[in-house]
Protein backbone atom coordinates (compact mmCIF):
# COMPACT_ATOMS: atom_id res chain seq x y z
CA UNK A 1 0.00 0.00 0.00
CA UNK A 2 2.79 2.09 0.84
CA UNK A 3 4.69 1.47 -2.27
CA UNK A 4 1.41 3.17 -4.14
CA UNK A 5 1.06 5.67 -2.04
CA UNK A 6 5.01 6.63 -2.62
CA UNK A 7 4.52 6.04 -6.57
CA UNK A 8 1.57 8.23 -6.76
CA UNK A 9 3.67 11.39 -4.74
CA UNK A 10 6.46 10.55 -7.23
CA UNK A 11 4.11 10.49 -10.60
CA UNK A 12 2.74 14.27 -9.23
CA UNK A 13 5.98 15.56 -9.36
CA UNK A 14 6.75 14.02 -12.50
CA UNK A 15 4.02 15.63 -14.17
CA UNK A 16 5.18 18.93 -12.89
CA UNK A 17 8.50 18.32 -14.45
CA UNK A 18 7.73 16.49 -17.33
CA UNK A 19 5.04 19.41 -18.09
CA UNK A 20 8.29 22.31 -17.91
CA UNK A 21 10.66 19.83 -20.31
CA UNK A 22 7.97 19.48 -23.06
CA UNK A 23 6.83 23.10 -22.72
CA UNK A 24 2.84 22.26 -22.04
CA UNK A 25 2.25 25.31 -20.45
CA UNK A 26 -1.37 25.64 -21.59
CA UNK A 27 -2.33 22.17 -20.27
CA UNK A 28 -3.88 22.33 -16.92
CA UNK A 29 -2.17 21.12 -14.01
CA UNK A 30 -4.61 18.52 -13.16
CA UNK A 31 -4.37 16.97 -16.59
CA UNK A 32 -0.20 16.89 -15.79
CA UNK A 33 -0.90 15.52 -12.89
CA UNK A 34 -2.83 12.68 -14.59
CA UNK A 35 -0.03 12.25 -17.18
CA UNK A 36 2.74 12.13 -14.41
CA UNK A 37 0.75 9.10 -12.10
CA UNK A 38 0.70 7.25 -15.71
CA UNK A 39 3.94 8.25 -16.52
CA UNK A 40 4.74 6.72 -12.71
CA UNK A 41 3.76 3.26 -14.10
CA UNK A 42 4.93 3.69 -18.01
CA UNK A 43 8.69 5.00 -17.03
CA UNK A 44 9.52 1.89 -14.78
CA UNK A 45 7.95 -0.81 -17.24
CA UNK A 46 9.72 1.12 -20.34
CA UNK A 47 13.35 0.67 -17.74
CA UNK A 48 12.62 -3.03 -17.31
CA UNK A 49 11.73 -3.88 -20.93
CA UNK A 50 15.29 -2.80 -21.55
CA UNK A 51 17.17 -4.44 -18.49
CA UNK A 52 17.54 -1.30 -16.58
CA UNK A 53 15.72 -0.76 -12.99
CA UNK A 54 16.01 2.26 -10.83
CA UNK A 55 16.74 3.14 -7.04
CA UNK A 56 16.12 5.69 -4.93
CA UNK A 57 13.99 8.32 -4.92
CA UNK A 58 16.22 9.92 -7.81
CA UNK A 59 15.90 7.25 -9.81
CA UNK A 60 12.03 6.85 -9.55
CA UNK A 61 11.65 10.17 -10.13
CA UNK A 62 13.94 10.25 -13.22
CA UNK A 63 12.23 7.24 -14.53
CA UNK A 64 8.56 8.39 -13.57
CA UNK A 65 9.69 11.93 -15.13
CA UNK A 66 11.39 9.77 -18.54
CA UNK A 67 7.49 8.10 -18.30
CA UNK A 68 5.43 11.08 -18.42
CA UNK A 69 7.67 12.48 -20.74
CA UNK A 70 7.19 9.68 -23.12
CA UNK A 71 3.28 10.11 -22.18
CA UNK A 72 3.06 13.79 -23.05
CA UNK A 73 4.69 13.01 -26.55
CA UNK A 74 2.57 10.27 -27.09
CA UNK A 75 -0.58 12.52 -26.16
CA UNK A 76 0.49 15.67 -28.69
CA UNK A 77 0.70 12.94 -31.58
CA UNK A 78 -2.26 10.96 -31.05
CA UNK A 79 -4.93 12.50 -28.81
CA UNK A 80 -5.89 16.58 -27.82
CA UNK A 81 -3.42 19.59 -28.34
CA UNK A 82 -1.51 20.24 -24.87
Partial sequence: M?????????GLAAGWIASRVMQAGNAGWLSMMVVGVAGSFVGPALLWLIGMKSFGIAGTLISATLGAVICIAALRYFGPKF
Avoid: N, V
Wanted: net charge neutral.
Fill in 2 to 10: FHLIWTLLI
